[in-house]
């Protein structure tokens, strides 16, 4: 089992929709959640990171972290073009060097 | 600037060749990570630099791959006699302090193409 399970989609949603992003893990260790967006040709970015369980919202993006259920979500409201990326879930424990990856979520916003 | 930097952007060579990638890690960060990202697939780990600690080599996939870190800052990956299933995208990041808090900045890779 891998330690962390990511739908590769794609997905396809009209520009404007609610998008929602999910990972699950199986290391209840990790405490430390992160959120990138790649562009095609173009390195991972940060877009969210949070702490333990609870929800994190910055601009149209939200982070959600439910530790009990081992599960990630990331929601993008008014979805635009320009959110059309990949989007992988990446995570760590307390300790340790070591972060897990999804394998990435691909979406594509129609206009 | 400021983020990562990685040179080339793109490296096509034929099987059996040696090639280096470089990585300039954001000024400041002393954690740097390599991996390598193929279609379809995750990030798979390579290898990390903390400071002046030992590496952490335990993702190196064969004895043909090899990287250093010179001064703390810049590094090269080096990939000896290049085979096709070696063709990838190598992506650089650096952090903070390489503490599991301290999330990774990437680089936007070198895709290197082997024929």
């Known amino acids: 089992q891998k330690e962390v399970e990511q739908d590769p989609g794609p997905l396809s949603v009209p520009e404007g929709a609610i998008v929602s992003l999910n990972c699950t893990y199986s290391n209840s260790a990790f405490q430390y959640f992160m959120w990138y967006r790649q562009y095609s040709r173009k390195g991972p970015e940060l877009l969210m990171y949070?702490?333990?369980?609870g929800n994190k919202e910055d601009g149209r993006f939200t982070a959600q972290v439910d530790k009990s259920s081992k599960y990630i979500s990331l929601f993008i409201r008014d979805s635009q073009p320009s959110d059309s990326a990949t989007y992988l879930c990446?995570?760590?424990?307390?300790?340790?060097?070591?972060?897990?990856f999804g394998t990435g979520t691909s979406l594509t916003v129609i206009p | 600037g400021a983020g990562v930097s990685q040179s080339p952007s793109n490296k096509v060579t034929e099987k059996g060749k040696d090639v280096e990638l470089r990585c300039d890690p954001i000024?400041?960060?002393?954690?740097l990570y390599w991996y390598r990202q193929s279609l379809g697939q995750g990030l798979e780990f390579l290898i990390y630099?903390?400071?002046?600690?030992?590496?952490?080599k335990s993702g190196l996939p064969s004895d043909r791959f090899s990287a250093e870190r010179t001064g703390g800052s810049v590094s090269t990956l080096t990939i000896q006699r290049t085979q096709q299933e070696d063709s990838a995208v190598y992506l650089c990041?650096?952090?903070?302090?390489?503490?599991?808090?301290?999330?990774?900045?990437f680089g936007d890779g070198t895709r290197l193409s082997i024929l």
């Open positions: 949070t702490y333990s369980s």
């Open positions: 000024s400041g960060h002393t954690a």
């Open positions: 630099f903390q400071g002046n600690s030992a590496p952490d």
């Open positions: 990041a650096s952090s903070l302090d390489g503490g599991s808090n301290q999330p990774q900045h």
């Open positions: 990446a995570m760590s424990a307390f300790s340790g060097n070591q972060f897990y």
